[in-house]
């Protein structure tokens, strides 16, 4: 399997992603788990996450459309949300 180019979000970064957006979250705030900042911070360099000036981060359009084309692939993420 060939490696992603920086910036390129992985099936990781995009399941990270969608589960801190899940049930209609607009915005996450600095706290969160030591292991998914990573992962987010690949979301932010491939224009998916875009930082608030209240310290926030929110979903930018490619992000959204990002996570719902993830959702399509993997339909049981979204029968787990529905739930």
């Known amino acids: 399997m060939a490696k992603r180019t920086k910036g390129t979000p992985t099936d990781t970064n995009l399941h990270v992603l969608e589960s801190a957006f899940r049930g209609g979250v607009e915005e996450i705030?600095?706290?969160m788990e030591v292991t998914a900042v990573p992962h987010l911070r690949r979301c932010v360099d491939a224009g998916l996450l875009e930082a608030t000036p209240r310290g926030t981060a929110r979903l930018t359009d490619a992000g959204r459309q990002a996570i719902e084309a993830?959702?399509?692939r993997f339909p049981a993420r979204r029968q787990a949300v529905s739930s």
Do not use: A, K
């Open 29 to 31: 705030g600095p706290r």
């Open 70 to 72: 993830y959702l399509v």
